[in-house]
């Protein structure tokens, strides 16, 4: 049996008023997305409990069969585990944004989608003037990740580490266009990541790298913000859970993190950006090549979750678009020329285009291949999903339904 999982992150969503009532991924032109559904089943799926954030951390692993509340301690451990940096016991880390902050209002959580190469210059900075500091005697480092995505890692070896499981945090998607005046750190350790977003300022204010970019019409990264940090996860192997051995396809530290994790080889496919721009057709391609060698192969899409956090309708729906033509079309084709398969195609959460940012509920899911039987349902999408019977509100059994 070969499986396929799709993820299209965030492209669950609310009727906008735009699109006629209907949402994004009713609106879309998605004949693949729907002759799949109307070959298998449409269910809907929990995978942002209430009592956790509704981010992809958790998304994502409940998707792919793991329980949150037994595995989630953090999302910046699964970013360190992409880049392969081992963490102790008593180790941290913690993911570190670079943003756009001005007069107390988060402008822009990506700092005008500022470049890696950017980045690792201003990181550079921070690692030579903050880090060396002989308070921290050599505990933190900055490490350059993608674009706007970075870590701070803290080795509680030579400086234990002031934060605990009540330290909170705030993620910057979440408070777009708002005040961050009540969204700093708090709790065990807060004061401590306040300080260390605090002493980014004035060393980015006249950075030559700010300067360049300002020179070039794009925006500064103000300062550097440091949320949703964690310690050393543990997950079971996938293959050990479930059974198949898989790969993962993504642009996303995050989702290179929870594959590692899990023991998922990962694919890099030429041209995936992680952004709108990203080369859907070279996932597809990747993907397809990734089926001679794994029983399971996950293509994961960030498109639609960006279009959402910049409010871009327009964007989301031809996001979509461009998954089920270049994505889940040729993979079907592909799956059909293999003999026994299953199809999943599920976001990880909603992200709605009227926030901005990610929100808890439901989400769309379609399921078909091999020995699942159709259901009424003819199409996919948010509301077939909400009127179907087959439902996961612990969305990590969702996995097993799908497997077994």
């Given at each position: 049996m070969k499986y396929v999982i799709v993820i299209p992150d965030g492209a669950a969503d609310q009727p906008q008023v735009q699109l006629g009532g209907k949402t994004p991924l009713e609106a879309a032109r998605t004949p693949h997305m729907d002759a799949l559904a109307a070959r298998g089943v449409v269910a809907r799926a929990c995978h942002t409990p209430r009592e956790l954030p509704a981010g992809s951390e958790i998304g994502n692993l409940s998707l792919l069969g793991y329980n949150p509340f037994e595995h989630f301690t953090g999302r910046a451990p699964m970013e360190a585990a992409a880049q392969g940096i081992k963490l102790a016991p008593e180790d941290w880390a913690i993911?570190?944004?670079?943003?756009?902050?001005?007069?107390?209002?988060?402008?822009?959580?990506?700092?005008?989608?500022?470049?890696?190469?950017?980045?690792?210059?201003l990181l550079a900075t921070l690692q030579a003037e903050v880090a060396s500091d002989p308070k921290y005697r050599g505990a933190i480092e900055f490490v350059p990740g993608v674009s706007y995505r970075n870590l701070l890692i803290w080795r509680g070896a030579k400086l234990p580490a002031p934060f605990t499981l009540d330290t909170r945090t705030r993620a910057p998607h979440d408070i777009t266009d708002q005040t961050v005046l009540d969204d700093y750190p708090r709790g065990p350790g807060g004061d401590v990541l306040t300080d260390l977003m605090e002493a980014s300022v004035p060393l980015f204010a006249d950075h030559p790298t700010n300067r360049a970019r300002q020179a070039s019409g794009h925006g500064a990264a103000t300062n550097i913000w440091l949320w949703g940090q964690g310690g050393a996860p543990a997950l079971e192997p996938f293959a050990q859970k479930f059974g198949p051995r898989g790969a993962m396809i993504t642009a996303v530290d995050l989702l290179r993190g929870i594959a590692a994790l899990v023991g998922w080889d990962r694919i890099e496919a030429p041209g995936a950006t992680g952004y709108l721009d990203t080369d859907y057709a070279s996932k597809g391609r990747t993907a397809i090549d990734a089926l001679a060698k794994y029983d399971i192969v996950c293509v994961h899409i960030e498109a639609p979750d960006e279009a959402s956090h910049e409010g871009r309708c327009d964007e989301k729906v031809k996001a979509i678009e461009e998954i089920d033509r270049h994505i889940v079309g040729p993979l079907v084709a592909a799956l059909e020329q293999q003999g026994e398969w299953r199809m999943m195609i599920s976001p990880d959460h909603p992200t709605f285009l009227a926030t901005k940012k990610h929100t808890?509920?439901?989400?769309?899911?379609?399921?078909?291949?091999?020995?699942?039987?159709?259901?009424?349902?003819?199409?996919?999408?948010?509301?077939?999903?909400?009127?179907?019977?087959?439902a996961f509100p612990q969305g990590w059994d969702t996995m097993r339904w799908f497997i077994q």
């Open positions: 993911r570190c944004n670079l943003v756009t902050v001005t007069d107390q209002v988060m402008r822009d959580f990506t700092a005008d989608h500022v470049s890696t190469a950017d980045a690792t210059a808890h509920g439901d989400v769309p899911v379609a399921m078909a291949g091999s020995g699942i039987t159709a259901d009424k349902f003819t199409s996919y999408g948010d509301t077939n999903a909400a009127n179907s019977t087959l």
